[in-house]
C-alpha cells in the first residue's frame, strides 16, 4: 500500500502527543522508535506518578516498562542524554521539587548500591547542595572515587605530554628503547660488523638524556558552568589540579554563568573545585574573559583557555573586545568546545569562528590532546 501521508508536520506532531500521553495511547497512536521508547519509559517513571496518585494502575505483563527498575541515578543520566537542555532542566526541577526524588539519595542504603561511575558524579554535583548532613560524607566519599579514577588516568597523559624533549649531547645510564640512540650506536660499533652473519656485533650502547623543561608559565582555565558542560568542568577541575603540580607552572581557575567565581584557591582537591559549581543558569562568557584578564601577567609566558559552548547570552561585544586585547598581548589562547572522552560537543559556530578569527585556536578535544598541545606550546 502506497503511502500517502506527506505532512512531516503530523506525523512530529503524533509522535509528541504519543510521547505526552504515554503508553496508556500505546493503541490509538501506535508503537515507538527504540529511541522514543527510552524516551516515554524515562517520562513515564517521573509523571506516572500522577497515574498513582489518582489510583490507577496499569497492568504490567511481559515486556511492559516498568517505572520501578529504574533508579533516580540511572533516571537522571539517561534523562540528561536523551532529552535537550531545556527539556532536561525541567524535568530536574520536576523531579526535585514536584516529586522529591531527593528521598532516594538522601538514603544510604540505595548510596550503599551505587555504583560510583561518572554519569553517577554528575547526577551528585546536581543534587549536594540539597542533601541531608548525614549522608554528605558518603557522596563526597562516592564523588571522590570517581574523581581519583579520573586523576590516575589522566595524570599518566599529562605526565607524559610533559615528560621532556631527547638532548642528543647529554649521555645518560637509563637503558630504556624511549631513550636508545640508534645513530650513535651504530657509528661506534661499525668496527664489530660481521660480514658472514651480515649483522653488527653492538658492544657499546649509547642512551639519550632527557632534560626536563623549565615551565614559567600560568595557565588560565575559564570554564562554563552551564549543565551541558558537567563532563568538561569534571575534567576541568582535575587538569587544575594535576596541571598545578607541575614544577614552574601557575594555574588560574574561574567558573562562571551569568556570575564569575573563582576557585584558583581550591585546585589542589578536585571535589572542592566540582562543588563549588552551580550547574545551569545564564551564561556570560565576556564578564568571565575580561574577568580573567587580570591574570595575565607575563602574556608571552600565558595560556589562557576558554572552556564553554560559545553560547553567550549576553552581547558577544564584550568577549571579542577580550579576546582580542589577549591576542594583541600575545597571550597565547584556546577555545575548548568540549573536553571529555566522547569529545563530542554543541556550540555557537558562529561565536566560535568570530573568536577564532581574531586568534583563538578554537576546537573539540580529549583531555590528552589539551595536555599534548599544552606541552606544544610550552617550550
Known amino acids: 500500500m502506497k503511502d500517502?501521508?506527506?505532512?512531516?508536520?503530523?506525523?512530529?506532531?503524533?509522535?509528541?502527543?504519543?510521547l505526552a500521553l504515554g503508553r496508556y495511547a500505546n493503541r490509538?497512536?501506535?508503537?515507538?522508535?527504540?529511541?522514543?521508547?527510552?524516551m516515554e519509559q524515562?517520562?513515564?517513571?517521573?509523571?506516572?506518578?500522577?497515574?498513582?496518585?489518582?489510583?490507577?494502575?496499569f497492568d504490567k505483563g511481559p515486556g511492559s516498562m516498568d517505572p520501578t527498575q529504574m533508579s533516580a541515578i540511572n533516571w537522571l543520566g539517561k534523562a540528561r542524554s536523551l532529552f535537550p537542555e531545556s527539556v532536561f532542566k525541567v524535568l530536574q526541577e520536576h523531579a526535585l521539587d514536584?516529586?522529591?526524588?531527593?528521598?532516594?539519595?538522601?538514603?544510604?542504603?540505595?548510596?550503599?548500591?551505587?555504583?560510583?561511575?561518572?554519569?553517577?558524579?554528575?547526577?551528585?554535583?546536581?543534587?549536594?547542595g540539597r542533601?541531608?548532613?548525614?549522608?554528605?560524607?558518603?557522596?563526597?566519599?562516592?564523588?571522590?572515587?570517581?574523581?581519583q579514577d579520573v586523576v590516575k588516568r589522566l595524570k599518566s597523559d599529562v605526565e607524559r605530554s610533559f615528560s621532556g624533549q631527547k638532548n642528543r649531547f647529554l649521555r645518560s645510564n637509563l637503558a630504556s628503547s624511549a631513550n636508545f640512540d640508534w645513530r650513535k650506536t651504530?657509528?661506534?660499533?661499525?668496527?664489530?660488523?660481521?660480514?658472514?652473519?651480515?649483522?653488527?656485533?653492538?658492544?657499546?650502547?649509547r642512551f639519550n638524556s632527557r632534560q626536563r623543561r623549565r615551565l614559567p608559565w600560568r595557565i588560565i582555565l575559564c570554564v562554563d558552568q552551564s549543565g551541558s558542560m558537567t563532563n568538561s568542568i569534571i575534567h576541568s577541575a582535575?587538569?587544575?589540579?594535576?596541571?598545578?603540580?607541575?614544577?614552574g607552572v601557575s594555574v588560574k581557575m574561574v567558573l562562571f554563568d551569568t556570575s564569575v567565581i573563582d576557585v584558583s584557591d581550591k585546585l589542589t582537591d578536585p571535589l572542592d573545585t566540582l562543588l563549588s559549581v552551580q550547574l545551569g543558569g545564564g551564561t556570560n562568557i565576556g564578564k568571565a574573559v575580561a574577568y580573567c584578564e587580570q591574570f595575565v601577567e607575563d602574556p608571552e609566558r600565558t595560556v589562557?583557555?576558554?572552556?564553554?559552548?560559545?553560547?553567550?547570552?549576553?552581547?558577544?561585544?564584550?568577549?571579542?573586545a577580550s579576546i582580542a586585547r589577549l591576542a594583541e598581548a600575545q597571550v597565547k589562547m584556546i577555545g575548548i568546545t568540549a573536553l571529555d572522552d566522547a569529545n563530542a560537543a554543541l556550540f555557537d559556530e558562529n561565536i566560535a569562528s568570530k573568536a577564532a578569527a581574531l586568534g583563538m585556536n578554537v576546537g573539540t578535544m580529549t583531555p590528552d590532546k589539551f595536555a599534548g598541545w599544552l606541552a606544544g606550546i610550552m617550550k
Open 186 to 205: 651504530l657509528q661506534l660499533n661499525l668496527k664489530t660488523y660481521d660480514p658472514d652473519r651480515k649483522r653488527i656485533i653492538a658492544e657499546q650502547l
Open 131 to 147: 542533601a541531608k548532613p548525614e549522608v554528605k560524607d558518603k557522596l563526597r566519599e562516592i564523588a571522590n572515587s570517581v574523581i
Open 238 to 247: 582535575v587538569m587544575a589540579a594535576i596541571l598545578g603540580g607541575l614544577p
Open 4 to 18: 500517502t501521508n506527506n505532512n512531516p508536520d503530523k506525523n512530529i506532531g503524533q509522535r509528541r502527543w504519543r
Open 304 to 320: 589562557f583557555a576558554l572552556i564553554s559552548d560559545f553560547c553567550e547570552g549576553a552581547s558577544p561585544r564584550a568577549l571579542f
Open 42 to 57: 524515562t517520562l513515564d517513571y517521573l509523571y506516572g506518578r500522577e497515574y498513582e496518585k489518582r489510583g490507577v494502575h
Open 98 to 128: 514536584k516529586y522529591e526524588l531527593t528521598g532516594l539519595l538522601n538514603d544510604n542504603k540505595a548510596l550503599e548500591s551505587l555504583e560510583p561511575n561518572q554519569e553517577a558524579l554528575k547526577v551528585l554535583l546536581s543534587f549536594h
Open 28 to 38: 490509538q497512536l501506535g508503537d515507538l522508535s527504540k529511541q522514543d521508547a527510552r
